[in-house]
Every structure is written in C-alpha cells, then in structure tokens.
C-alpha cells in the first residue's frame, strides 16, 4: 500500500530549505519566511532539516551551529528556543517543526533528522501529522528511531521514510552486482531513495538504479537541481522527485511537461 505522502503526480517538487525567491531581502532558508515563501509559490512538499534547542523544542535549521546564518558560533544545542527566535527576527524568523506543521496543514513535509538527539522529540512531534511526512537522515540509525518514536507516540500509520547512506551504498552494490533479490533487502522498509546525481567521481544516479527502486515500489529524488534544463532531462530519464533551490522554475518546468 503507497504511503499517502506520495499521493499526487510525479515528479514531485520538493523545495529545498523552503524557498528564498531571487528578490527576497534578508531572507535565509529555513526561516518562517522561506517556509511560506514555499508555500506560496504552490509547493506542496517542503524538505528541512530538524535540531533541537538547548530547552527541548525542534526547530528547522540545516546547521549544526550558527555561524553561517547568523554569525554566532554557538551549536544549535546550546542556544534555547527563545534566544534562536531573537537572533533569527530580522531574517525571515524562527520556525519550530510544530509551528511548521500546524501552520501549513497542506503541505507535506521532507524532514532529515540531523542529531541523534533530535530522532525522538521529532518523532513524537510529527505522530499526528504522518500521512504528510516522510523521514530521512544520512544515519539510518536516527531515521529509524524517529520512525520507531512516531509510531509509539502516534499509534496509527507511520511517516514514510527515505534511505540513509549506508542502505543506498547497499542498494548501489547490489544494482551494480545484478542482484535483484539484495536491492528488494535493502530496500524493505523504504520508500524513497533520495541521492545526488554524483558524489564526487561516482555517478550514483543510474537508469539501472531507476529501474530496480521502480520495480520495489520506491521513488527516486534526485538533490538538488536548480536548471530547468536539468530537471527536464532527469524527469525524462525516469526520476519521480526533485529537491530545488528553486521552487519557481521548477513548478514551472513540471507544468510545461505535462
């Protein structure tokens, strides 16, 4: 049975850190504003990344400190909810997971779980909204605690969920070794595989790796594409979703193919 996160056409649109359009003025990603801005320009999935402050609360911020977005050294873990929503006032404002997915009730949600830390308080913070999330980390180990966490807290269906770095080497070694039944074991539990086109020198998106997450059941999201010409070219060679920078040329480029 298809998770209801998947519900729609494809490919699906997922706006990365929300969206700061060109002409925003001071706005960083992940800020309330990115989020709405996202919203706005009819995004229906939003990808963020959660932390949690000093005094418990989960809140959508990509960085493990703050020194690239507000010039402050201090790990997120250390700087309680109320200090991060003074130094993020001028920039678009402080956004928690809870206030996201109240606020926006028609948007589904991409949530990569950055600290062990946070696996648990996100997973009890998304329970009763996981038709509409999915849950990834590069750790399959926080994905699958945030997983466990909703499911203890939620009782009912569970977010869906993308693979973490050490199944999609998996799946990539089982793909390249044409081993149908290793890619259906690596893949048990997942529904999304999201990866970058490249990791360095090594091409991991392939048409074979299309083709054998297609024949599980699992979509293919492909991180993070900003040209409207490439989006066109990875949509025809099969992929089912894009993360973007740029939510309004690729809303776009997807209107104009269909």
Same mark, same amino acid.
């Given at each position: ?6 519900? %729609? ?7 990365? /850190? ?52 507000? %010039? ?20 678009? %404002? ?21 600290t062990?830390a ?45 693979? %973490?770095?050490?199944?999609?080497? =998996?799946?990539?070694?089982?793909? /390249? ?20 086109? =490249? =990791? ?11 083709d ?5 059941g ?25 993360v ?15």
């Amino acid at each position: 049975m298809t998770h209801p996160w998947f519900a %729609g056409r494809t490919p699906r649109i997922l706006a990365h /850190r929300g969206f700061v359009p060109p002409d925003a003025d001071g706005i960083v990603e992940n800020s309330f504003a990115a989020i709405a801005a996202a919203h706005a320009a009819g995004a229906g999935y939003i990808e963020s990344d959660c932390h949690v402050t000093a005094d418990g609360h989960v809140v959508l911020l990509h960085d493990a400190d703050l020194s690239r977005v507000v %010039g402050d050294p201090r790990p997120v873990a250390q700087v309680t909810l109320a200090e991060l929503e003074r130094l993020m006032s001028g920039i678009g %404002g402080l956004i928690t997971l809870r206030q996201a997915l109240e606020g926006f009730p028609d948007v589904r949600f991409n949530l990569d779980v950055k600290t062990e830390a946070a696996a648990v308080p996100v997973g009890r913070a998304v329970a009763p909204h996981a038709e509409r999330v999915l849950l990834a980390s590069f750790s399959d180990a926080r994905r699958r605690a945030a997983l466990d966490a909703a499911g203890h807290f939620g009782g009912g269906i569970r977010p869906a969920t993308s693979a %973490g770095t050490a199944t999609i080497a =998996r799946v990539l070694t089982a793909v /390249r070794a044409h081993t149908p039944w290793m890619v259906r074991r690596a893949l048990a539990g997942v529904d999304a595989l999201q990866i970058p086109e =490249r =990791r360095g020198p090594v091409r991991v998106l392939t048409p074979r790796l299309i083709d054998a997450a297609h024949r599980c059941g699992v979509e293919v999201h492909v991180w993070t594409v900003n040209d409207p010409l490439h989006m066109a070219r990875l949509v025809e060679l099969g992929v089912d979703g894009l993360v973007t920078d740029r939510t309004d040329l690729a809303l776009r480029a997807v209107a104009k193919g269909r």
